[in-house]
């Protein structure tokens, strides 16, 4: 998957915590309708709840945010060109993770998930991690989402329809990732989960939704300022964490092919 002949870049989809490479198709189906080469990757151990073993459970529990950049990178390094790098919530995280190690032609962060030494921990997120965050020790846990998680925090703003979809497709997520990125802003740049903004040189276009409960506005507005005139904020009014789908995507969609445009 490399530089097309019409000059466009080739795009990888990173998707967030709880999902696989099937909650980005509407977000892949946007960039292949404007003539992009794009590819969703699945991070390690995320299968369908249904396929997991014990043994798949237990080996995704420990892995490190370290390991989903290090399987990043490699895609990355696959191509001949620099891509766009596209993630969603805790992919969105990971997207700047590996800006910071590899050149990219521009990064797009949808709801991210905060980068170390940005408070995550609102109350509203706090209810939307719900039991998750009382399984000790979680670093040798899976996590995962119930119906009423989703129905709060992930896609409020969405039908019920919409909401129980995406709770239908969410799978396990690891313990120990779950552990970091909620740990971050403790631990500063010392954290697996810091990013250094002064490494990424490519523009940065940061979408956020004004209703989103477990990765607030606030924090989008606080990525865009560490990276200053590097970033552009779009905020979508009364929109939740779901910008990849459902009732406010066509917005979302706009706004990133016109920001591209304009890049």
Known sequence: MDKESN???AVILIHGMWSNQD????????FVDQGYTAESLCLPYHFPKAEHTEASR???ARTRVQD????IVEQVKRLDSPPILVGHSMGALLAQLVA???PC?????LSSAPPAGINGLSWSAIRTLGRNLLRFPLWTSVTEVALANVEYGIANAQTSSVQKDIYESCTYESGMATFQISIGSLLGSRSATHVNTRSIECPVLIVGGTADRITPINIQRSIAQRFGKQASLVEIENCCHWTVGGAYFPEVRSRIFKWLQGH
């Open 23 to 30: 909650t980005l198709r509407d977000v892949k189906e946007a």
């Open 105 to 109: 032609d521009r990064l797009i962060l």
């Open 7 to 9: 000059g466009k870049p």
């Open 58 to 60: 237990a080996k995704l």
């Open 100 to 102: 910071a190690q590899v």
């Open 68 to 71: 989903y950049v290090a399987f």
